[in-house]
């Protein structure tokens, strides 16, 4: 039975408001020949029981992911979860707030956004951080046009290491003006050529953009990298894919980074086959106000207490739509509560050992793999964190499709996006696997 809710006399009265005839009159823009003219064949409908004995059926048709053994990474990392994580998440002052347009009836909420930020800051090394983007690739993108905003630059030296699907961005978003944006090469080592950036920047760039842990899972020389950029009057905006890297390593601020952004769903967001993710967003104080999103603030009301405000929204919504940042119109609230959670969960001392551990079982995955014939590290030198390239002995490809009939996911071959890579594939270890699961692929390497 269709459900039909205007009478006919409400469908006459809504046509003679707009002017037509008849219903299909409102499709006259519509050929023809792609119209349907009659109902879609589809079989009869089931009863509530027979519906589910159905998508039972179906869903059984579908392989037992929890038996998988993956060591996929670039972008989208396998961590645990703690179930305190989703506990709060699922209140329902949480899990069904809004955007906190109202600040006066949206305190929790804007006091977790507040938390989130402080919590970024403390993590990348940064004076101050909005209130979330979409992902990371959004964010390393709005990064490089607060950069242009920031410097009255148009130019950006963006490296060929940093993630593909966030250069495939930053294309898209600068396809009127792709003059603008010059990819860096990387060396023999997996990091980006210092040297090259010297000779090509000028005082037209507005950014060089880096990513810390590169897409390889290698550390780049940020510090000096930020010296070249500087003495040309250009900002160092640092991207990043894998968040608990500043677990073990020294966040982007203590190389004078000037604009962070990356992907924060390591922390409390399952990897949900690739979303919904976590942009973090950070920079210098003195920026706030070319920042895109939004910002939260804290004050004290009349009576003293505690009150949390959007301080900053810069968004065409708030402001004339010549003065804003940028069009992203909210932030990704439950997820950055998520990761509000797992770190005040971690804390300092926890964060720092999860990120060890995840350190560990790489540094112990990739030795063991390089002692059978034919398997060596491509960049045996250059320090990495949780994410490493192998140079395999034929075809990535090949090598992937026979693990992935055993039931593992061996990681990514990188001829995908990179010539001459054909046998070079990109792996990821953390404190998910197991010494049993590491065992297991290298055997499965070995065979």
Sequence with gaps: MRYIPHTPDDIKFLLDTVGVRSVEALFDQ?????????????????????????????????????????????????????????????????????TPYQPEVSQGTLQSIFEFQTLVCQLLGMDIANASMYDGATGTTEAMLMAQRVTRRDKLLVASNLHPEYREVANTYLSAHPEWLTEIPFTAEGQVDVGWISQRIDNETAAVVIQYPNFFGNLEPLKEIATVAHCAGALLVVSFSEALAFGLIKPPGAFDADIVAGEGHSFGVPMGFGGPHLGMFASRGQFARAMPGRLVGRTVDTEGRDAYVLTLSTREQHIRREKATSNICTNEGLCALAATVHLSLLGPEGLRKLGLLNHVNAARARKKICRIKGYQPMFPSTPFFNEFVLKVPRSAEEIVAELAEQGIAAGIPLGRYFEDFDQALLMNVTEMHTSRDIERLVEALRG
Excluded: K, Q, W
């Design 30 to 98: 519509i050929p023809e020949n792609l119209r349907l003219e009659n109902l879609l064949d589809l079989p009869e409908p089931l009863c509530e029981l027979e519906l589910m004995r159905h998508m039972e059926e179906l869903a059984g048709r579908n392989r037992d992911v929890g038996r998988a053994l993956s060591f996929l990474g670039g972008g989208s990392y396998s961590h645990h979860v703690p179930p305190a994580v989703d506990e709060i998440l699922r209140r329902g002052e949480f899990y069904t707030a809004y």
